[in-house]
């Protein structure tokens, strides 16, 4: 068999593992040694092929800014970030029909800007809006459906652990990537606005209501999100203008979160300890990912079935914007049975060379940019899309009461948002890289 063979019939065994809940990390670092195992006949060279990779993945400096990002998070949450953000938000348009889900939107944009996990930004605001969206009466459905939505904002406003990855895979500025991701960040939290003003006027029964604030204490309300703004301006900022690296930045970030924690009375000894205990459980469990990925990436480029395939697909002459959006759709479906950074690992070594070998009028940096855009929020939208989306059993996990299955049904417009947006900006890149070319 050759090693093209070996490496498609690796997918299916891939995903059988997977289907009988070997964990991600070990199932591709298992197909990854066996397959090279056939190919080099002899177990030796997988040996060395362990040793190397293991010391190559993980002498990484760029990687060093994942669990920063993570302990920013954890501090964030510590702090009561979360809950100043939705307060804010609240204030000021929770009156409004649908406003409370809205702010719900809103703080989780806010919190995702300092922290780079979809999971933990829905979790924490979870906490924070779910008792007040049942006490201003909003249904099950659009409570827990608007909540699985905002916690994507977590991986698709920078910074973002999702991102991070990526531009390690491909090689690209971290900078440069988070600042493209600002728009449509912002078009995502501004479109999931619009489908929950419909939502309610469709369904008046879904939402209820609340008396508006008076202006000062709208104000009050506002001026306690300061830390987020001046911490997210310092990280993403400071990385942008070349003040910090990325991991600095994140360094940076982690401090200041911590400290924001400390003056609001949430972190003391006994929270620090956890802080740091759940940082190093999601950073082993997302290095080992990424050592299976690395182990199973290094079996295809021995197989050579990403070049291959590459040129295959050049050789058939068919419309880069045809190839692009079946690579789309293939994302929109893994993700109905994979978490995000599995398929990120797992896809970007076999699509991204054959994406860059195709002409849609822009630089290699631009495309390589733009499609690493595209993937992020179609690896987002598999967060909410049944039956395997995780931020929505995050979210009704916390809804005791609510069945899932009013979860999916309250979650099907928020995915037709997601869809809309992606065919804007698969048609229109200049929107993506706006802020690159200013």
Known sequence: MSGIELAAWSFPV??????????????????GLVGAYFIYGTPLPILNQLKQVTYSTFSNYSLSVVPLFLLMGQFAALGGLSQALFKAAEAWIGHRKGG????????????????????????????????????AGYSGALSTACLAAGGTLGILIPPS??????????????????????????L???????????????????????APMPMAERWKATVKTWPVIVIFLAVVGGIYTGVFTPTEGAAVGAFGTGIAAWAA???????????????????????????????????????????ELAQW??????????????????????????????????????????????????????TAIWFGILVLIVVEV???????????????????????????RGVTPFVVSDLVRTAILVAFPAITLFALRL
């Open 161 to 186: 652990v999702v991102l991070v990855i990526y531009a390690i895979l491909t090689e690209q500025n971290i900078a440069k990537l988070f600042l493209a991701a600002f728009v449509p960040g912002i």
């Open 14 to 31: 891939l995903l059988a593992l997977i289907f009988i809940r070997v964990p991600i990390g070990l199932a591709m670092a298992l197909c």
């Open 382 to 408: 598999g967060l909410i899309t049944p039956p395997v989306g995780m931020n929505l059993f995050v979210i009704n996990n916390m809804a005791k009461g609510i069945p899932i299955t009013h979860t999916y």
């Open 265 to 307: 009375g949430g972190l003391n000894r006994r929270t620090l300890s956890d802080a740091i205990l759940g940082t190093a459980l999601a950073t082993g469990m997302i290095f080992m990912i990424v050592l299976g990925a690395g182990l199973y990436n290094t079996f295809l480029a021995l197989s050579q079935l990403p070049q």
């Open 100 to 135: 409370v889900a809205m702010a719900a939107v809103g703080a989780s944009a806010g919190f995702g800007a300092i922290c780079g996990s979809s999971l933990a930004t829905a979790a924490t605001m979870g906490q924070v809006a779910l008792p007040e969206l049942r006490r």
């Open 313 to 366: 697909v050049l050789d058939l002459g068919m419309s880069p914007w045809l190839v692009l959006a079946s690579v789309l759709l293939i994302y929109l479906l893994l993700g109905c049975v994979m978490d995000s950074l599995s398929m990120i690992l797992l896809t970007i070594p076999i699509f991204f060379p054959m994406i860059m070998g195709l002409d849609f009028g822009l630089t290699p940096e631009e």
């Open 188 to 210: 995502a939290a501004i479109g999931y606005m619009i489908v929950i003003a419909i939502y309610v006027r469709v369904k008046p029964d879904s939402a209820g209501k609340m």
